[in-house]
Structure formats: C-alpha cells, structure tokens
C-alpha cells in the first residue's frame, strides 16, 4: 500500500532522512519509532506530500505521488503532531471544508462528521468556532477529519499528543478497528507501549536511517527474547549514552 524507495531529504549538507526503503502492506499499523531529530516527521511530512524528497519515491496504493500527487494524496489522511486550524470556522464547518477538498460532501458528510465528532465527545461543541476549542479538543478535530472522507491510508505523527486518556483509547480502538477492515496506518509515536501494543510491525530510526525494522517478536529474536522494545530500543539508539546522563543526575 505505501512504499518508499531510496527516500532521501538534505537540508544543504544535513541528510535529515538518508535512503528510507520501507513498504507498509495493506491492513498494516506500522510504527516508526525513534529519538528527537532521527527524521521521523520528515519521512512522514515526504509521504503526506507536505515536503518534496530531495531524491528517492513515494508510491501510494500503486500511484508515484511525484508523477501524480493529487491521485495519490486523494487516499491520504494526514493527523500532523501539532494542529492547525482555521479558527474561524465551527468544528462542522471544518469537516465540511476537508471533506470539499477531496471533493466529498452533503448529507452523507455531515452525517459522518458529527459520528466522528460524537465519538471524540465534540458534538457538543459542532457549532462553536475552533477559537474557543482547548489543545487537546484540536487535535480531536483534526483526528476526526483525517478519517472524514474516508481514506485508505493515514499518515499520523505523534497521534496521542494533547489527548486525555479516554480519547487516546477510543483512538487506538478507532486505529485498530480501521486496519482491520483493510486500511493501512503509518505513525511516529515516543510512546513506547503504544507500539508494543498496538503496531503490527515497527522501524527504528535514527539520523535519518533505518536501524532495525519488524514485529516486536523480529526484534527480540535478534536481542535478548526476554527484552523489552524499551530495552531494544535504548540498546540500539544509545543505551550507554542514556546511562551516563542518568549517572550524571545522581551526582
């Protein structure tokens, strides 16, 4: 369903992301996990086509989103780390705005929308403008209408920031639920549980590169089988590193 190529972007001499191969299958939660700065959001931000690779393809459900971008980002939801919307406009009303962008609408729409809304406990609230809405009932929104026009692929980066801990278990059951009917979801997520849990396979990644890639199970039959993916993961991003900071704390 989604397939990166040699995907690369340089900032001048910085490679952010360094030739990312990696195909997600369809009805798939994958997972990157990485530290601060490892190219997480920039692969994302790439194959939600907010940012151009500097060499390297995305394919979406079998569409280059270079030779065709609007065929491509057609199948796309994209639930960004931080939300951005027109405040001006009601929480209906912005619904009704991405669902237009794809060209979607009436009666049907309207109907999804306040199901999506109701869900995340927001119906109340349809008709206030996004000004008067919290952070974390932003992201609820925005949540909502990357599943509004009902895409193949979601594209999630940081998915539980700003969400209190009902929404974020109704969003993992709305995640799981979603795959399961054979849709496919690549997220970036700090939140080690929620990979373990939740994601069918996961990457690692750090300066731009792929460390490790596989189930949970993958990974601990090249570690230690007892290990946890906090332990896999410390070991292979720096564990030493880690313990030297804490040992300093302690002095």
């Known amino acids: 369903m989604i397939k990166l190529e040699g995907l690369t972007k340089r900032y001048g001499a910085f490679p952010a992301v360094s030739g990312i ?3 997600v299958n369809r009805g798939e939660l994958f997972g990157l996990l990485g530290p601060n700065g490892a ?5 994302l931000r790439m194959l939600a086509g907010i940012l151009e690779p500097t060499s390297g393809t995305v394919t979406i459900g079998g569409v280059n989103l270079g030779e065709n971008p609007v065929a491509a980002k057609s199948k796309l939801g994209f639930i960004p780390d931080r939300p951005f919307i027109y405040e001006k ?9 991405v669902a237009g962008l794809y060209g979607q609408g009436g009666a049907d729409i309207d109907r999804r929308g306040d199901e999506l809304l109701a869900l995340f406990d927001l119906l109340d609230w349809k008709d206030e403008l996004v000004e008067s809405y919290s952070h974390g009932m932003r992201q609820k929104l925005i949540i909502a209408s990357a599943f509004v026009h009902r895409p193949e692929v979601i594209v999630v ?4 920031v700003g969400l209190d801990p009902k929404a974020a278990h109704l969003l993992k059951d709305l995640f799981r639920g979603y795959v399961d009917r054979g849709n496919t979801i690549i997220m970036s997520t700090h939140t080690l549980e929620v990979a373990e849990t939740l994601c069918d396979r996961v990457a690692i ?3 731009g590169k792929i460390l490790a890639m596989g189930t949970i199970a993958d990974l601990r039959a090249n570690s230690d089988q007892s290990s946890t993916l906090e332990q896999i993961f410390l070991r292979l991003t ?12 302690s002095v």
């Open 39 to 43: 190219g997480k959001t920039t692969t």
């Open 205 to 207: 990644v750090q300066h």
């Open 157 to 160: 980066d940081e998915p539980m």
């Open 238 to 249: 720096g564990e030493k590193a880690a313990r030297t900071t804490l040992e300093v704390l």
């Open 89 to 97: 406009l009601t929480g209906t009303e912005f619904l009704r705005f």
């Open 21 to 23: 191969n990696l195909t």
